[in-house]
């Protein structure tokens, strides 16, 4: 697989439509201005009215043809924008998907959305931002000095000098934002995951009472980040400066030379000396646009950062092999997280047969989460085989096969289980989007919510998380529980599913879970002993 395109700034033949509309829309009202001018000094001269009556017209015909193509012009960039963000999420998605959670692991939530969503945003932007901008001044900048030039060449040099002095300010603005736009990024990134913290995990952190620390190193990252905000203001206050000196000389210039000529009527005259500032107003989206490919190429660099890293796990091309069962079976598996960092799991044989319910324990870092990541396929190991297959069948390599294969017999559930913003339905079929409320009630009960459901006013329409019903830590581990069974998949892995439970709460969750999955096969993780004795088989790992 390729990786997602982060490229920005790319013309295409939608943004090509955009940005020639978008200067026919600058290019008219280049043209209002200057004709209104001509229109005003010559009524001054009181002429016959039929004098007037085309620059009239003219008038009132750049005056609707100005936000008319602006409109189309809006129209047809927020299509091609729209449609390249859908492709660009789809492929970043995709690259995520091989460094998950083995590459991502030490980054958080909030680093991870600043980079798939802001990051991202603003890649897709300059498309908006600084591709059609560039070609509707070009346009307009183009028609303008042509008709200039075809009145007085001299009028016309000057408005050419005017558009290639704004548009080096605008490159040189450029050169100096980017220099920072990854520090500024960085501490954008701080400040949101500081904050995330703060909210996401509001009731911990009060409880051990870090919230004033956390809050005081949020204050300081907030002023880095204002610092580096007005740093870079300053920066676009000169550039903005810049380009009114610039116009500001051009129309002094073509005053001078208009200066006592009679080459040219006064109306005339007007519209040229009219002109730079018409065009200034065409000019102007350069600045901007240098902004926003600044900020595109920091974000560019800043996601590249997260999707270059060497991926875990393999993508194998072709079709899942033929189902020979769901046995599992490791042949002297050995792992690591990186090539730089040691072993962590040391050379394993392992038999799993379906229905197996294994817990494995051992002390810190001797492989016990690793054994889990490699089982998942989020973790590709050093040496030895992992085949899946019941005996006398024929056993499949699990290492060569698509991910979504590999992963899709398998369920999950961790310490944690991440309760979504929506209904206790909807954050069930999370887990199974075919699944009918029968099936909801079932793994529900299954996993020891039975009547916890049955007594909630809403039921299923319950809403959890952010803005709805609290859940206890109890509740939590069952519901990762519910949608692990919901899902049928055939294996369930679990990674310290009872770290946060009472010991009677353990005992209990982990009893539910076994008397639901006869037939599944359980690995369980776990520093604890509750809940442990409900299990047939038992791995102590040792580093």
């Not at 012009?73 to 995520?96: C, F, K, N, P, S």
């Not at 004795?533 to 040792?542: C, E, Q, V």
Request: hydrophobic letters at 50%.
């Amino acid at each position: 697989m390729t990786g997602p395109d982060l490229s920005t700034g790319r013309l295409t033949r939608p943004l090509l439509l955009a940005g020639i509309i978008g200067g026919l829309a600058l290019a008219s009202g280049v043209a209002l201005t200057v004709t209104s001018g001509w229109l005003i000094v010559k009524a001054s001269e009181m002429p016959v009215i039929l004098t007037l009556m085309t620059a009239i017209v003219g008038v009132r015909a750049f005056g609707m043809a100005r936000p008319a193509f602006r409109y189309w012009e809006r129209l047809r960039t927020h299509d091609a924008a729209l449609a390249d963000l859908a492709r660009r999420r789809v492929q970043t998605y995709a690259a995520l998907i091989p460094l998950t959670p083995a590459r991502l692991g030490q980054r958080g939530r909030a680093d991870l959305l600043t980079g798939v969503v802001d990051d991202l945003d603003d890649i897709v932007g300059a498309q908006i931002r600084v591709t059609v901008p560039a070609v509707s001044t070009l346009v307009a900048w183009g028609i303008t000095s042509a008709v200039t030039t075809a009145f007085d060449a001299r009028v016309g040099l000057v408005v050419i000098a005017l558009g290639l002095a704004v548009l080096a300010i605008s490159l040189v603005a450029v050169r100096v934002e980017t220099r920072g736009q990854v520090e500024l990024g960085d501490a954008r990134a701080d400040v949101t995951r500081i904050a995330d913290t703060l909210t996401a995990q509001a009731g911990e952190i009060a409880a051990i009472g870090a919230g004033p620390d956390l809050i005081a190193e949020l204050d300081v990252r907030q002023a880095n980040w204002r610092a580096l905000v007005l740093r870079q203001a300053r920066g676009r206050a000169l550039a903005a400066g810049a380009i009114l000196v610039a116009v500001g000389g051009a129309v002094a210039i073509v005053a001078l030379l208009l200066e006592g000529s009679t080459r040219h009527t006064p109306a005339v005259n007007a519209m040229l000396v009219l002109a730079p500032v018409a065009v200034a107003d065409a000019l102007t989206p350069l600045a901007e646009a240098a902004r926003a490919l600044a900020r595109s190429r920091g974000s560019a660099r800043r996601l590249a950062r997260v999707l270059s890293q060497v991926p875990a796990v393999a993508e194998p091309s072709g079709v899942a092999s033929p189902d020979t069962g769901q046995g599992l079976e490791l042949r002297g598996i050995s792992a690591r997280w990186s090539p730089e960092r040691p072993v962590a799991l040391r050379p394993l044989d392992l038999d799993l047969p379906p229905g197996t319910h294994l817990a494995v324990s051992g002390p810190n870092g001797c492989g016990k989460s690793t054994l889990l990541a490699v089982l998942a396929r989020h973790l590709d190991p050093e040496a030895g085989t992992y085949r899946v297959g019941n005996d006398g069948v024929g056993r499949r390599d699990v290492l060569s096969e698509p991910l979504p294969a590999a992963r899709g017999r398998i369920a999950i559930v961790d310490d944690t289980p991440h309760v979504f913003a929506s209904t206790l339905r909807e954050n069930l079929r999370f887990a199974r989007d075919d699944a009918d409320d029968t099936d909801l009630i079932a793994a529900l009960e299954a996993a020891g919510l039975g009547t916890w459901v049955t007594g909630l006013p809403d039921g299923l329409e319950t809403r959890l998380g952010v803005g709805g019903r609290g859940i206890s830590g109890g509740e939590r581990a069952r519901l990762g529980l519910a949608r692990a069974l919901l899902s049928e998949r055939p294996v369930i892995l679990l990674d310290e599913p009872v770290a946060h439970l009472d010991s009677a709460t353990a005992r209990a969750v982990i009893a539910d879970l076994v008397a639901s999955s006869p037939d599944r096969t359980l690995v369980m993780v776990s520093h604890r002993e509750d809940g442990r004795d409900g299990f047939a088989r038992t791995l102590r790992l040792t580093g």
